[in-house]
């Protein structure tokens, strides 16, 4: 069974730096697409950060721009997220999701609605001002 699981949310003042991780289990060596995804109160969730399998492509959205980076251990089946330079209206729920087709990294990137087959349970990120 695929599993998800997310750590390393917090809270954090304005300007301040916080790591998540997911570690994937299971069918997690056939994955084409890996993203974050965070959702704040009130607000639609909304794709963060995309990477492709070998992790040679990557995808931003231009809030988090040169202040998030995402990554990929393969060998360990973690993804990643450096989030630097946090700001307030970064505090929301983060998710990781997963899935085998490429099309869903191309969807975020696109802007568009993207089906991923696997989530995590979320992690919390709050930051204040």
């Known amino acids: 069974q695929v599993q998800l699981v997310e750590s390393g949310g917090g809270s954090v003042q304005a300007g301040g730096s916080l790591r998540l991780s997911c570690t994937a289990s299971g069918f997690a060596s056939r994955w084409a697409c890996m993203a974050w995804f965070r959702q704040a109160p009130g607000k639609e969730r909304e794709g963060v950060a995309t990477i492709s399998a070998g992790g040679g492509s990557t995808y931003y959205t231009d809030s988090v721009k040169g202040r998030f980076t995402i990554s990929k251990d393969n060998a360990k089946n973690t993804l990643s997220l450096q989030m630097m330079s946090l700001k307030p209206e970064d505090t929301a729920m983060y998710y990781c999701?997963?899935?085998?087709?490429?099309?869903?990294?191309?969807?975020?990137?696109?802007?568009?609605?993207?089906?991923?087959?696997?989530w995590g349970q979320g992690t919390q990120v709050t930051v204040s001002s």
């Open positions: 999701a997963a899935d085998t087709s490429y099309i869903t990294c191309a969807a975020v990137a696109a802007g568009k609605s993207a089906s991923f087959g696997y």
